[in-house]
């Protein structure tokens, strides 16, 4: 079955440093994987996706993600945080329910604060 | 603007009360899921939809049914509230259930059954 881990439930970084946060998938063949961000009180935000060719993904707000599927990884990775991106931090892969394909499984988050 | 509403924003619910949680999209979407978000167990699927007058099961559906009877509205019912149902809800839509489309979400309604 496929899943979504996200080892870290929480990070701090301080303004200006870099940010990567990690992302572990489980899936038979090649995923469909998606970065989300929630702002409190807010739904959720497309950041990235991947589905196929370059590795390096470009997304909104500065972000890349890195697919890596030897390590079954999808890290998202920005060289400078803002205060603005402090929120929650959500990968998720495509999956199939009954035969059908487009649904997503979400990892259980990770929230980001950042110091001043 | 076009996106998705969802209704209503807050609800406190008496356990045993029967309960419906809107959900409209304008953006001609054929695609449509429910989501439940619990602190520390990110967001899980309830229900779907991939087209006007069908509809799925995902992870978590017991205890909650949905209808689609037209290509807009996507309403998620609770028939028997329980207090495990307690939950940040959201709806979500995209334009076809292929991945090739992101999802936009509503921007949830908050339910505490007591």
């Known amino acids: 079955a496929q899943s979504v881990t996200q080892p870290d439930i929480h990070i701090t970084v301080s303004e200006g440093a870099s940010l990567e946060l990690r992302c572990n998938y489980s899936?038979?063949?090649?995923?469909?994987l998606f970065w989300y961000v929630q702002s409190p009180g807010q739904g959720l935000q497309l950041l990235l996706k991947y589905f196929s060719g370059d590795t390096l993904v470009q997304g909104i707000k500065g972000f890349e993600a890195e697919f890596k599927r030897s390590q079954s990884s999808f890290n998202l990775r920005k060289p400078s945080v803002h205060w603005s991106d402090a929120a929650e931090y959500f990968c998720?892969?495509?999956?199939?329910?009954?035969?059908?394909?487009?649904?997503?499984?979400f990892g259980k988050g990770t929230k980001l604060s950042v110091k001043p | 603007i076009a996106g998705i509403t969802q209704a209503p924003t807050s609800q406190i619910l008496a356990a045993g009360r029967r309960m419906t949680l809107r959900c409209t999209q304008d953006m001609r979407h054929n695609a449509m899921y429910w989501y439940r978000q619990d602190l520390g167990l990110g967001l899980r699927l309830i229900h779907y939809?991939?087209?006007?007058?069908?509809?799925g099961k995902g992870e978590v559906p017991d205890g909650y049914s949905v209808s689609r009877a037209n290509t807009d509205d996507f309403p998620l019912t609770l028939a028997s509230a329980v207090p495990s149902q307690t939950s940040v809800y959201f709806c979500?839509?995209?334009?076809?259930?292929?991945?090739?489309?992101?999802?936009?979400f509503g921007s949830g309604t908050r339910l505490t059954v007591v």
């Open positions: 899936y038979g063949a090649t995923p469909y």
């Open positions: 998720a892969v495509g999956a199939n329910y009954g035969g059908s394909q487009g649904n997503l499984i």
């Open positions: 939809s991939n087209t006007a007058g069908t509809t």
């Open positions: 979500a839509s995209r334009p076809r259930q292929s991945h090739n489309y992101g999802y936009t």
